[in-house]
């Protein structure tokens, strides 16, 4: 079992369009998590944390369930500029600083 | 501007030769790191150094080597010994006190043949 999966996709969706990725975590005591986006052959940046007890930013909604092992990042009202992949990231317990990244999620927003 | 700059943004390698590639921050970041990217895999470290002079391996070191004589640069040596050295490299860096906001260069995609 890979330690961050994610579903490749792509999600096609609208404009305007709500939509949500999952990612799950094979180990239960990780500690810190992370969302990073990725443009098409450019470098990731890094979009969002994710705490526990859920994360807004703007139209962005990051949210950790750790009973389940997974985060789940939700979009509203997407726009054009918002495609990309999505990529998940994790500590993982005892990596020290080390971050173990998922191989992400391609989302694509067309009008 | 503040960044991280890799070069060259392309590079290409025959088979048997070490190739170097170069990243350089102005942030003043303590930590550096290479990465790896392949297509349907994700990111993987290949080394990561936390302060100057020393560095640690990451998961798929074999085949590279670097050094960290500067804060400011933290170059990477794709021996012959690595065996599949094409991919996207990249180079990321942080604050000591907040390691996992990592900043990444452009990267660099090297083909060897």
């Known amino acids: 079992r890979k330690e961050v999966e994610q579903d490749p996709g792509p999600f096609n969706v609208p404009e305007g369009a709500t939509v949500a990725f999952n990612c799950t975590y094979s180990n239960s005591a990780s500690q810190s998590f992370f969302w990073y986006r990725q443009d098409c052959r450019k470098e990731p940046k890094l979009l969002m944390s994710v705490y526990s007890s859920g994360n807004e930013d703007g139209r962005f909604t990051a949210q950790l369930n750790r009973a389940s092992q997974y985060i789940s990042l939700l979009i509203r009202d997407s726009k054009l500029s918002d495609s990309a992949t999505y990529l998940c990231v994790v500590n993982m317990a005892g990596g020290g600083n080390k971050l173990t990244f998922g191989t992400g999620t391609q989302l694509k927003v067309e009008l | 501007d503040g960044g991280i700059t890799q070069s060259p943004k392309y590079l290409f390698r025959k088979e048997g030769q070490n190739v170097t590639l170069s990243c350089e921050q102005n942030l003043n970041h303590d930590a550096m790191y290479w990465y790896r990217q392949d297509p349907g895999q994700g990111l993987r470290l290949i080394y990561y150094?936390?302060?100057?002079?020393?560095?640690q391996k990451g998961d798929i070191a074999e085949g590279y080597s670097v050094s960290r004589e500067k804060k400011e640069s933290f170059p990477l040596t794709v021996t012959s010994a690595q065996k599949n050295p094409t991919a996207f490299y990249l180079c990321?860096?942080?604050?000591?006190?907040?390691?996992?906001?990592?900043?990444f260069g452009p990267g660099t995609r090297l083909t060897v043949t």
């Open positions: 150094s936390q302060i100057v002079n020393d560095f």
């Open positions: 990321a860096s942080s604050i000591r006190d907040r390691p996992y906001e990592q900043y």
